[in-house]
């Protein structure tokens, strides 16, 4: 027996240092912005500070506030009817209204630019049916169109977890407000949307940690914000220097953001404490009402999703025949390989952090393993930076290592490797694969893994055999939400590919910037169109979920 308990010790030992080593690699590229920070500042970062830093922060406020106030106003709007009401169309609106996030934030950009083009439809038709030449105000290039187009594509973030709020609270507490002569309208902004704050706030963090980190539309609408500003300085000005300095206020954004979510929530998690009382109650409503009902869920998903996804298959209708070829084939290809490696890599990283804190769950590993899901909310060209530099210092290091040893005089640059780029997506996006299969093992009672370990079976066969056939559809849904997320991936992409690589989102990307439009719409397709499989497996998830508990509660 007690021989039996110190191998248990050792092998858990072992799945600590496999996790605090992981830990440390997929910080580094924090770590890095962190240190080089303190260093002093070049003439460039100076010119940059005494003439466009203001620029790129009052810009980015701006747009943060103005996609916050928009993504809340329609994503809280469409979840409370959705989620409270009856209407035609209601429970196709209910995973309809998703949709939008399968459409990368720079694809709808050029998407929009093209349709209010002096050439696209709508000018055309003013000036053909109307007789209107000028139109001026149909420019939507500015800083009020990228925050409207963010906002109807990212309000789904909001939508789903307050959705899911509304459908979760009482309605006991519904009924009691209405009783004690609250009306409808009191009684949402005094009790339902009270009781959604952490979801919403949970919701809205999502939203502008994805703002901060867009640079594909900033760019292509010409927008001066810290993220264009890094890439400016990295490849417009030569300097790393700058670059580093614009990243450490970008990290400064989103770490002020992380508090004001954390304190924003505070302790508001009572509203999970009514879920097994009555269930919430539909309102009936006038057709009148209805008819209100379902413009509200409409228009986010026209804006969103419909309008753009029609535009861009008109577009390829008109050039797939240019387009769609060898070098088509090798863009899915090298897109689609790169999103499965790094979905599988991820997959494998956060299992073993998740299994470490699952056998050692001490307040240190949980820590520790946590700390990797930072990398989320960490911009893409920050993360970029931080890797482009780390790399840069290893090979100068292995460089003059074998130098001053054995004397060899080779240059071990790493940069521009497949092996950094695909490391690059495991920084970013393991926390995606971390919270769905964490999900997935809380799912899983500990009670089996003591049961397989009492029988004198090894940790990590315990693991193989019992604990992840047991979770496969979790680690399917976090393979897949990781792998789509690679294949919408823009500015790291754009930094640490290979000399002459392209993928699905940079060569969709360069035919915009290069004015060809409708030669980016096959391509834009593929991507969006593989971008609506998470929301399909996210819609029939929650639909299994809630027939499972409605089986429960009877």
């Not at 106003?73 to 209910?94: H, K, M, Q």
């Not at 459409?103 to 093209?114: E, H, L, M, Q, W």
């Not at 240019?322 to 790169?338: A, D, E, M, P, W």
């Not at 240190?364 to 909310?377: E, H, N, Q, R």
Request: with cysteine.
């Amino acid at each position: 027996m007690v021989a039996r308990f110190k191998n248990l010790s050792s092998s858990i030992n072992k799945w600590v240092i496999a996790a605090l080593f992981i830990v440390l690699i997929i910080t580094t590229p924090v770590l890095v912005i962190l240190y080089n920070v303190f260093n002093t500042p070049s003439e460039t970062w100076t010119h940059l500070y005494q003439t466009v830093f203001w620029d790129y922060i009052a810009n980015t406020l701006m747009i943060v506030i103005g996609v916050a106030f928009l993504t809340l106003l329609i994503g809280v709007a469409t979840a409370w009817v959705v989620a409270t009401c009856n209407f035609p169309g209601r429970s196709i609106f209910e995973w309809i209204l998703i949709l939008p996030l399968s459409v990368p934030t720079y694809i709808v950009a050029y998407t929009y630019a093209g349709i209010f083009d002096y050439t696209g439809p709508i000018q055309r038709f003013l000036r053909n049916v109307w007789g209107i030449q000028e139109s001026g105000l149909l420019d939507i290039m500015n800083i009020y169109g990228i925050i409207g187009l963010l906002s109807f594509v990212l309000y789904p973030y909001v939508y789903v977890m307050v959705k899911t709020t509304f459908m979760n609270q009482s309605q006991l507490l519904l009924e009691s407000s209405r009783i004690l002569g609250s009306n409808a309208t009191r009684t949402f902004f005094k009790v339902a949307f009270p009781m959604a704050r952490p979801a919403i706030v949970g919701g809205v963090s999502l939203v502008l940690m994805e703002t901060l980190n867009d640079y594909g539309a900033m760019k292509y609408f010409g927008i001066n914000t810290f993220t264009t500003g890094i890439f400016r300085a990295w490849f417009s000005l030569g300097d790393v220097g700058a670059a580093i300095y614009l990243s450490g206020f970008l990290m400064l954004f989103v770490f002020i953001l992380i508090l004001l979510e954390r304190w924003q929530r505070g302790g508001a998690s009572y509203s999970e404490r009514v879920r097994l009382s009555k269930p919430i109650q539909k309102y009936e409503l006038s057709r009148l009402q209805s008819v209100f009902a379902f413009i509200v869920c409409l228009l986010p998903v026209l804006i969103g999703f419909i309008i753009p996804f029609a535009q861009l298959l008109y577009w390829a209708s008109q050039t797939a025949h240019k387009v769609i070829n060898r070098q088509f084939g090798y863009l899915i290809l090298n897109s689609f390989t790169l999103a499965m490696i790094a979905a599988c890599l991820c997959i494998v990283i956060a299992t073993i952090l998740l299994y470490a804190a699952r056998l050692y769950p001490t307040l240190f590993v949980k820590t520790i393993t946590k700390i990797t899901v930072l990398g989320y909310s960490v911009p893409g060209a920050v993360i970029a930076i931080g890797i482009m530099v780390a790399t840069l210092c290893l090979g100068s290091f292995l460089t003059l290592f074998f130098k001053n040893t054995i004397g060899l005089s080779v240059n071990l640059s790493l940069s521009g490797s497949f092996v950094i780029l695909i490391f690059a997506y495991l920084v970013r996006f393991l926390a995606i694969s971390y919270n769905a299969i964490d999900a997935g093992f809380k799912e899983v009672s500990i009670n089996l893994h003591e049961v397989a370990r009492s029988l004198g079976t090894g940790t990590f066969k315990t693991l193989w055999q019992v604990e992840l056939p047991l979770i496969k559809n979790a680690l399917l849904a976090g393979a897949l939400l990781v792998f789509v997320d690679v294949l919408k991936e823009l500015p790291l992409t754009l930094v640490l590919r290979p000399f002459n690589f392209e993928t699905l989102a940079t060569k969709a990307f360069q035919l915009a910037s290069d004015e060809m439009v409708a030669d980016s719409a096959s391509i834009a397709l593929i991507i969006i169109i593989t971008g609506t499989l998470p929301i399909f497996l996210l819609n029939k998830l929650l639909a299994n979920k809630r027939v499972n508990e409605s089986i429960r509660n009877s």
